[in-house]
């Protein structure tokens, strides 16, 4: 139990493009999400938590007009990174919280999503 | 100061060693430490939590908590190839959780 999937796992684009991904709970509701950015061989980066329902709460310095998060359900949170530079290029991690969990606020991570904007 | 301290690594043991990763973090009201592992390409699963100052023990897995020194590690016993991997910490408290940077752990067969 307690599955998280990302579609799409890997995307490449052009610059100045936008890209969406979706973020999922497979098997439970999930109440939090979570949005991070990891480069390569750093650790996680919060980007944005979001509420079902309710607005993402963003991380200093990151810009909200530029993520924008919607969890406009129990099971389905999206990313859309707009007008893509060469310098979003990362790995797009979602994880989410909720009515599961062996530990308090436990999340369950998604795969992850390579963004490569050329 | 960072939050949460945890050096990068990377570590290389050969199979069977037994391995110790540790983080350090700062803030008290944090109650709750957690250790995750991230094979690579891959979102980071969790290892083991613990609440309490002490021992928990899962199979080859040891964490163990520190509260007066803020001090948290997690000890692999009969360390095995499949054990390399990134290794994060992290702290939880209040809705809000932070993650160490990793320690990047090798384990030669």
């Known amino acids: 139990g307690a599955v998280v999937s990302q579609h799409p796992s890997w995307v490449i684009c052009k610059s100045g493009t936008s890209v969406k991904i979706e973020c999922r709970s497979l098997?439970?509701?999930?109440?939090?999400m979570f949005w991070y950015r990891q480069f390569p061989k750093q650790s996680l980066m919060l980007m944005a938590t979001?509420?079902?329902?309710?607005?993402?709460?963003?991380e200093q310095g990151v810009e909200k007009d530029k993520f924008l998060i919607n969890h406009a359900s129990l099971t389905l949170s999206t990313l859309t990174v707009t007008s893509a530079h060469p310098e979003d290029s990362s790995f797009y991690i979602c994880?989410?919280?909720?009515?599961?969990?062996?530990?308090?606020?436990?999340?369950?991570f998604g795969p992850g999503t390579r963004l490569t904007v050329l | 100061q960072k939050e949460v301290e945890q050096d990068p690594g990377p570590l290389s043991v050969p199979e069977g060693a037994i391995v110790s990763l540790n983080c350090t973090y700062s803030?008290?009201?944090?109650?709750?430490f957690m250790w995750y592992r991230q094979y690579s390409r891959k979102g980071p699963e969790l290892l083991m939590y613990?609440?309490?100052?002490g021992n928990k023990e899962d199979g080859r897995f040891t964490a163990q908590v520190d509260k007066s020194s803020k001090y948290i590690s997690l000890f692999i016993r009969d360390s095995q190839p499949s054990d390399s991997a990134t290794y994060l910490c992290?702290?939880?408290?209040?809705?809000?959780?932070?993650f160490g940077a990793g320690t990047r752990l090798f384990v030669k067969a």
């Open positions: 613990t609440y309490s100052s």
């Open positions: 979001s509420n079902e329902g309710s607005k993402a709460t963003y």
């Open positions: 803030n008290s009201a944090f109650q709750y």
């Open positions: 992290a702290i939880a408290g209040g809705f809000k959780t932070i």
């Open positions: 098997d439970f509701q999930a109440t939090t």
């Open positions: 994880s989410a919280s909720g009515t599961s969990g062996r530990a308090y606020n436990e999340q369950f």
